[in-house]
């Protein structure tokens, strides 16, 4: 367990006790580890955060492959091992190479990229390094992506940045079954 116990309908806001129940017969039961475990406490907020995560995954112009390598991205550049686990198998079967993972988990060189990729990672490394997007990155990423890809990227990186803020500041447990090599931190 983090550093909070599983929320229950008696420890939410006495005002979101209707939303705590819609949550839980929705999900069936409680999250005990990850970003649920720690936004079930606010179920507002939950169900916010889930609307957003929901569009970003079914209704945004970005591919699957965008979408991981972009939650990668941002998870390795937050040290969050919740996310990272959470996500690089599937980056991997959304098409991003193992070497692209590997090299960003290890924070090594990358390999050669394809356009894309490389105009996404600058772009999401960049941001996340200096607070801000140079020109040079944005046109790039721009490029790619258009007007609407690029904002909905950010979203992501914005939502997924929110959840490793989270899970790491309430020190969330790995899920039981995790998949993946621990990040060197």
Same mark, same amino acid.
């Given at each position: 367990?983090?550093?909070?116990?599983?929320?229950?309908?008696?420890?939410?806001?006495?005002?979101? +006790?209707?939303?705590?129940?819609?949550?839980?017969?929705?999900?069936? *039961? &409680?999250?005990?580890?990850?970003?649920?475990?720690?936004?079930? $406490? !606010?179920?507002?907020?939950?169900?916010?955060?889930?609307?957003?995560?929901? /569009?970003?995954?079914?209704?945004?112009?970005? *591919?699957?492959?965008?979408?991981?390598?972009?939650?990668?991205?941002?998870?390795?550049?937050?040290?969050?091992? @919740?996310?990272?686990?959470? $996500?690089?198998? *599937?980056?991997?079967?959304?098409? !991003?190479?193992?070497? %692209? &993972?590997?090299?960003?988990?290890?924070?090594?060189?990358?390999?050669?990229?394809?356009?894309?990729?490389?105009?996404?990672?600058?772009? %999401? =490394?960049?941001? /996340?390094? +200096?607070?801000?997007?140079?020109?040079?990155? @944005? =046109?790039?990423?721009?490029? !790619?992506?258009?007007?609407?890809?690029?904002?909905?990227?950010?979203? &992501?990186?914005?939502? @997924?940045?929110?959840?490793? %803020?989270? !899970?790491?500041?309430?020190?969330?447990?790995?899920?039981?079954?995790? +998949?993946?090599?621990?990040?060197?931190?």
């Amino acid at each position: 367990m983090g550093r909070i116990p599983a929320a229950t309908r008696e420890t939410v806001p006495s005002d979101q +006790t209707a939303e705590f129940d819609e949550l839980l017969a929705g999900a069936g *039961s &409680v999250p005990l580890v990850g970003p649920g475990s720690i936004f079930w $406490h !606010v179920p507002k907020a939950q169900q916010a955060v889930t609307a957003l995560n929901q /569009y970003l995954r079914n209704d945004s112009s970005l *591919s699957d492959k965008t979408l991981e390598l972009t939650m990668l991205v941002t998870a390795r550049e937050n040290d969050c091992m @919740y996310v990272w686990n959470a $996500h690089a198998a *599937s980056a991997r079967a959304a098409g !991003v190479p193992d070497a %692209v &993972v590997d090299a960003i988990r290890d924070r090594k060189e990358l390999p050669a990229l394809a356009a894309d990729e490389a105009a996404l990672i600058n772009y %999401v =490394q960049e941001f /996340y390094r +200096t607070k801000r997007v140079s020109r040079g990155a @944005y =046109q790039s990423a721009f490029e !790619v992506f258009g007007k609407q890809g690029l904002i909905e990227l950010s979203l &992501v990186m914005g939502n @997924y940045a929110l959840i490793a %803020v989270a !899970v790491n500041s309430f020190d969330s447990e790995l899920p039981a079954n995790r +998949t993946e090599l621990v990040l060197p931190i």
